[in-house]
């Protein structure tokens, strides 16, 4: 049967519908009300819609329920998450440790051979990064053998946060809505949600954060204060720059709010909130530290600093210097750092009009990921809600945090997740002043507002109908049109590698030779936590000696050489002696 439709054809339909689509729609559902002035199939869903709504705690329930089952239902079906970024290495290494119990891992005596990316080998093998992310992961691995399970389950949780948040702040249906657009803009088809990067667990901070927030300053309770300080929390641990900005920025203003309205007597307020959040914060406070005593041995060093000092050359802040005397142990490393890294660093940030411009650049890549058109378009009702006080304490927090991301050198969307409740907030505030614009006595904002969530369930659902990847245009990499989660990409490669090891008998050391021209972003030596009993052990290539010493150590496994060639389009494997 002849299709009607090819690849590239339908490739080429979403693209301009995902470029003037929203405003196609919005010109539709803006002559219907010319028109008609009523459309009864909308009074019907946002009928049965606000009903849900009302329900708050059910309304909550299901979007987290909707937002797993949709999610786990998009990996089955599109893409099964395969890691293909160095972090998201790190993080699986993170939570391999935890769900065996360990809070980190004795250095392994060839350490040498197993120096990679984000993971410190000395004076403990465990990730760089603070430890959230690979706790939610790992309660997936704990549960189902599997971390993805916790992937889902922490966009899940974020969505339902989010819900929570905006009932606080906004009507029922509303925040029922908006955690619904979230969900179908950084859940089904996001890195957030298909990948093991990162960025539900410190939107679910965030969203704790502010949600409790706005209950406190109209009730004066210990539970609310708690998830205050659960929210601080899980900031401090997914992203400790970004959290202390808006962590202390809305601490202080909360507390200063209420001392200056002086809304609930000081003895409410000091039994109440301040005794009980120091407390839980005491105790926080306490557990990061052991955390760090563990790995670095210093309650006051960061494993990510430990892991810097060792390795980077460049700083992460631009009031500080570079560091020009690193060494490593490895020509991939040392390339990593002083060739990829100092080239973005001298390229970018070595004047001010450069600086400007790589500012331009990240803000340009957030806005894609988060806003895009379908939100900036309605964002533009703000002009008439810049008197309303809490547009513009949301706008003063994103845009303080913006510029404290523009002093890092690098910055990716999940950077700004602390936020993304805060955001929401402002794309349904403005829609909300949308839906009231009437003209001619006719209700024409009601069917523009009707023109966000249809657009949001268009560019996912055209795409499958039209037999084309969604992946391809709901943008789930905030750097690139297409996104590295792809199943074509090197990380399928070094997973069906893996995979197919795995069902050999026996255990396996593989060697990985980097061949002329390697992309050194593709980096294929990771291992599990405990590298001795895995199944299939990663090491590095080095000189006859010390690959004699490995295979010597390993000296009950079969040894492979991989060599990856420089076009990176393969690899070539094959059995090795080395100690001949």
């Known amino acids: 049967m002849e299709k009607i439709f090819d690849p590239l054809t339908a490739a080429k339909i979403c693209i301009n519908f995902k470029t003037f689509g929203i405003l196609i729609i919005a010109l539709g559902f803006f002559l219907v009300s010319l028109t008609t002035g009523k459309y009864k199939i ?6 049965y819609f606000n009903h849900l709504a009302k329900k708050r705690t059910l309304a909550i329930l299901l979007v987290g329920l909707i937002t797993f089952l949709g999610t786990a ?18 993080y699986l290494l993170a939570a391999d440790t935890f769900a065996h119990g360990r809070i980190t891992n004795p250095t392994h005596p060839m350490w040498i051979h197993f120096e990679t990316f984000h993971v410190l080998q000395q004076p403990t093998y465990m990730a760089k990064y603070p430890p959230a992310q690979g706790l939610i992961l790992a309660l997936g691995q704990i549960l189902t053998g599997d971390p993805v399970v916790g992937l889902w389950l922490s966009i899940a949780l974020a969505c339902a946060a ?11 249906r509303w925040a029922l809505l908006g955690s619904l657009l979230m969900m179908l803009r950084l859940a089904l088809f996001s890195y957030w949600g298909q990948s093991f990067w990162g960025g539900a667990v410190a939107a679910i901070g965030g969203a704790l954060l ?23 929390a899980i900031l401090a641990n997914t992203r400790p720059y970004e959290g202390v900005v808006v962590g202390s920025i809305t601490t202080i203003f909360m507390f200063g709010k209420l001392i200056r309205e002086k809304r609930f007597p000081k003895k409410v307020l000091l039994e109440k909130l301040l005794l009980p959040l ?10 990061m530290g052991y955390y760090n005593w563990s790995i ?22 631009l009031w500080a210097k570079p560091v020009y005397n690193a060494t490593y142990n490895h020509e991939e490393i040392r390339k990593n750092f002083q060739v990829l890294y100092w080239n973005i660093y001298t390229s970018h940030i070595s004047s001010l009009k450069n600086y400007l411009t790589w500012c331009s650049f990240k803000l340009t890549k957030l806005w894609r990921f988060f806003l895009e058109w379908v939100f900036t378009l309605p964002l533009i009702a703000l002009i008439l809600l810049r ?8 706008l003063g927090i994103v845009l303080v945090l913006l510029i404290a991301m523009m002093l890092v050198a690098f910055n990716f969307g999940h950077y700004a997740a602390p936020v993304t409740c805060l955001l929401y907030f402002l794309v349904l505030q403005s829609i909300r002043r949308i839906y009231l614009l009437r003209w001619n006595k006719k209700a024409v904002g009601k069917y523009l507002a009707w023109s966000v969530p249809t657009y949001c369930v268009l560019i996912i659902t055209l795409p499958i109908v039209l037999g084309t990847n969604p992946f391809f245009f709901v943008n789930p990499n905030p750097w690139e049109v297409t996104p590295r989660v792809l199943p074509t990409n090197w990380g399928m490669q070094r997973a069906t590698l893996l995979s197919k090891l795995k069902e050999v008998e026996g255990k396996h050391l593989v060697i990985v030779r980097y061949l002329s021209g390697h992309n050194i972003e593709q980096e294929w030596v990771y291992n599990e936590a405990n590298i001795d009993n895995s199944k299939v052990v990663w090491a590095r290539e080095m000189n006859k000696e010390n690959n004699c010493q490995l295979a010597k150590f390993f000296y009950d496994r079969k040894i492979w050489m991989l060599e990856i060639d420089d076009k990176n389009q393969g690899y070539n494997i094959y059995p090795i002696n080395l100690c001949p």
């Not at 909308?42 to 009928?47: R, S």
């Not at 989010?162 to 029922?172: F, G, I, K, N, V």
């Open 278 to 287: 120091s407390i839980f914060l005491v105790v926080v406070a306490a557990m």
């Open 73 to 90: 239902a998009v990996s089955f079906t599109f893409y099964w998450p395969t890691p293909s970024i160095e972090d998201e290495f790190a």
């Open 42 to 47: 909308l009074g019907t869903l946002e009928k």
């Open 210 to 232: 502010f949600g409790s927030m706005k209950r406190i300053l109209k009730k004066a309770d210990t539970k609310n204060i708690l998830i205050f300080g659960l929210g601080l």
């Open 296 to 317: 670095t041995g210093n309650a006051f060093y960061l494993p990510y600093r430990a892991y810097e000092a060792a390795y980077g050359n460049i700083p992460n802040f």
């Open 162 to 172: 989010t819900c929570w948040m905006l009932q606080a702040w906004l009507p029922p």
């Open 387 to 394: 008197t309303n006080y809490w547009v513009r304490f949301a």
